[in-house]
C-alpha cells in the first residue's frame, strides 16, 4: 500500500513586526507531528514559504538542552531531517496532487507571510477539495485566512477552528505586536471559533480538518490528522 504523503509548510519570516525581535517557525510544533507522521509511515515534504532554510522562533529553542521537547531533541540529532530543513521546499513548488495533508506549525512569524500567500492558499484548499486533510496549530492558522474553496467561500467559513487565541496573545505580551488578531480574524471570516484555556491544550477535529491552540496541542494535532487519514484509507479500502 502506497505511502501517505504529508507537506508540513512553516514560515519564513523571521522578525516579530516594529519590535526588532526575533521570530519564525516553532519548533516543537514542527518536530513533534513531524515524527508522529514518519514513525506513522508516512512520507513528509518540509516546505516554506520562501524555501531554504526558515528562521526558527529562539523561545522554541531554549539553550539548555535538557529543556528541549523531546523531538526537538530528536530532530536536532537527525541528519537527514536537518538537511530537510536547510532546504525547504518553496510552497509555490508543492502541488496538491503529490499530497494526502498538508500542516501548518505556527510561531508568529506566520502572522506575517501566511495569510496572503497565493501559494499556499491554493495548496491548502486543492489538498482539501481533492479529498485530503488540512491541519494547523497555534498561529499556523493564520494560513487557514486567505485559503477560498472553489466557489469562493472562505475556507474557515461554517467550521469548527481553534488556533491562539486572543487571550492568549494578550498573556503573552504580543498583541501589539502582531498585524492582527488570529482569533478575531477567523471569526470574522465566520469560523466556528473553540478556543480552550489558556495555554493548555485544546484541538478541534471536524472531518478532514484539525486545528490546535498552542504549542501544548501540536501533538493532538499531528494525531488527530493520523487518524483522518487512517479513517479515509479505511473508506478507500471499502
Known amino acids: 500500500m502506497a505511502k501517505q504523503r504529508i507537506a508540513i509548510v512553516v514560515t519564513s519570516h523571521g522578525k516579530l513586526g516594529d519590535t526588532g525581535d526575533d521570530t519564525g517557525f516553532h519548533y516543537e510544533e514542527m518536530t513533534t507531528p513531524y515524527y508522529e507522521f514518519l514513525d506513522d509511515g508516512c512520507e513528509v515534504t518540509l516546505g516554506s514559504i520562501q524555501g531554504g532554510e526558515p528562521p526558527a522562533d529562539p523561545s522554541s529553542l531554549p539553550d539548555d538542552e535538557e529543556k528541549r521537547p523531546a523531538s526537538v531533541r530528536r530532530f536536532l540529532k537527525d541528519p537527514k531531517a536537518v538537511k530537510a530543513l536547510q532546504h525547504t521546499v518553496p510552497v509555490a513548488e508543492l502541488k496538491a496532487k503529490d499530497f494526502d495533508a498538508v500542516y501548518l506549525p505556527g510561531g508568529h512569524g506566520c502572522m506575517w507571510d501566511m495569510p496572503d500567500n497565493d501559494a499556499l492558499s491554493r495548496l491548502i484548499s486543492e489538498v482539501y477539495e481533492k479529498g485530503g486533510v488540512v491541519g494547523a496549530v497555534c498561529h499556523g492558522p493564520a494560513g487557514l ?3 477560498r474553496l472553489s466557489d469562493g467561500t472562505p475556507f474557515v467559513k461554517d467550521r469548527l477552528i481553534n488556533s491562539f487565541t486572543d487571550e492568549e496573545e494578550k498573556k503573552a505580551g504580543k498583541d501589539k505586536a502582531v498585524p492582527f488578531l488570529l482569533e478575531t480574524q477567523l471569526r470574522g471570516l465566520g469560523a466556528r471559533f473553540d478556543g480552550g ?6 484541538v478541534c477535529r471536524e ?3 484539525v486545528t490546535g491552540q498552542n504549542p501544548a496541542s501540536a501533538e493532538g494535532v499531528g494525531h488527530g490528522i493520523l487518524m483522518a ?7 478507500a479500502a471499502e
Open 229 to 235: 487519514l487512517h479513517a479515509l484509507r479505511q473508506q
Open 145 to 147: 485566512l486567505g485559503a
Open 197 to 202: 484555556k489558556p495555554f493548555e491544550r485544546h
Open 207 to 209: 472531518g478532514r480538518v
